[in-house]
């Protein structure tokens, strides 16, 4: 298994398989709009911009389950993500990470890098570094800066 088994629904609607991605460097991550951490979509996208053409790819799915932080549409995620914070990289459908209706992706990211103390994510902005051969090779925390992720990137790069 890897995550090139899975698909996902981008924010607007269509089913992307994740196969697509193949070859490519990945960041995971739920995010939600109205989040301490949110301001991290700003150096989430520098990272884009920076390695994006070296083969980076980084997948943000919206989630609502930590304290409501994303109750908007996914249109009104997508919008207020490009506005505020200029996302350019792939947005997908709002998920549930956790629970009996977590999105398989994210019930696979758990067991391949869990945390701490449980499998679950704990909060917003959990991030997973996954290499060309689609492995989970590393989990960061939600208060994980994206700059401090950097050099975990260029390694795979």
């Known amino acids: 298994m890897s995550v090139y088994d899975y698909s996902a629904k981008k924010i607007l609607g269509e089913e992307k398989p994740l196969s697509d991605y193949e070859g490519k460097v990945l960041v995971i991550v739920n995010t939600a709009s109205k989040c301490?951490?949110?301001p991290q979509m700003d150096g989430l996208?520098?990272?884009y911009d920076k390695y994006n053409d070296k083969g980076?790819?980084?997948?943000?799915?919206?989630c609502n389950?930590?304290?409501?932080q994303d109750p908007g549409s996914n249109e009104e995620i997508q919008e207020f993500c490009s506005l505020n914070y200029g996302v350019s990289f792939p947005m997908f459908a709002k998920v549930d990470v956790n629970g009996e209706d977590a999105h398989p992706l994210f019930q696979y990211l758990t067991?391949?890098?869990p945390g701490i103390l449980s499998e679950k994510?704990?909060?917003n902005f959990t991030?997973?570094?996954v290499n060309r051969e689609g492995e989970v090779v590393k989990r960061f925390a939600?208060?994980?800066?994206?700059?401090?992720?950097?050099?975990e990137i260029q390694k795979l790069l």
């Open 36 to 38: 301490g951490f949110t």
């Open 45 to 47: 996208q520098e990272l």
């Open 56 to 62: 980076l790819e980084i997948l943000s799915f919206p």
């Open 65 to 68: 389950q930590f304290g409501k």
């Open 111 to 113: 067991k391949e890098s």
């Open 121 to 123: 994510i704990k909060w």
């Open 127 to 129: 991030k997973f570094l």
């Open 142 to 151: 939600p208060m994980t800066a994206p700059e401090k992720m950097e050099e």
